[in-house]
Nanobody, 127 residues
Framework: QVRLVESGGGSVQAGGSLRLSCAGS????????LAWFRQAPGKEREGVAAIDSDGRTRYADSVKGRFTISKDNAKNTLYLQMNSLKPEDTAMYYC?????????????????????WGQGTQVTVSS
């Protein structure tokens, strides 16, 4: 079973930065879309950013201009650079692979339709 392993979460003050990483395999990271989702307490999981095999990206409106998704195919690693963090960015962040759609609709994919999930990494932003 190919695993996705996230890292890089932590606690920061508002305005700070974090970079999340998601290590996988050539199988998970070289084809289709990869994405980051997040889930805050009491809220549904939401798509944050997605990237396809050609490097095209898609972002949720709430993070545009602040977050950047990228990947290193040689390292089979997906990244999420998060700048200008806000308290409302506090959530568990999950890496997702094997999405059934293209990048244009990747952030709208239901959780049950995602092929692979990481275990999550907590991001906490204090005011």
């Amino acid at each position: 079973q190919v695993r996705l392993v996230e890292s890089g979460g932590g606690s920061v003050q508002a305005g700070g930065s974090l970079r999340l990483s998601c290590a996988g395999s050539r199988y998970t990271h070289s084809r289709g879309c990869l994405a980051w989702f997040r889930q805050a307490p009491g809220k549904e999981r939401e798509g944050v950013a997605a990237i396809d095999s050609d490097g095209r990206t898609r972002y949720a409106d709430s993070v545009k201009g602040r977050f950047t998704i990228s990947k290193d195919n040689a390292k089979n690693t997906l990244y999420l650079q998060m700048n200008s963090l806000k308290p409302e960015d506090t959530a568990m962040y999950y890496c997702a692979a094997d999405l059934p759609t293209g990048v244009e609709t990747a952030l709208l994919v239901a959780a049950l339709d995602v092929g692979r999930w990481g275990q999550g990494t907590q991001v906490t932003v204090s005011s």
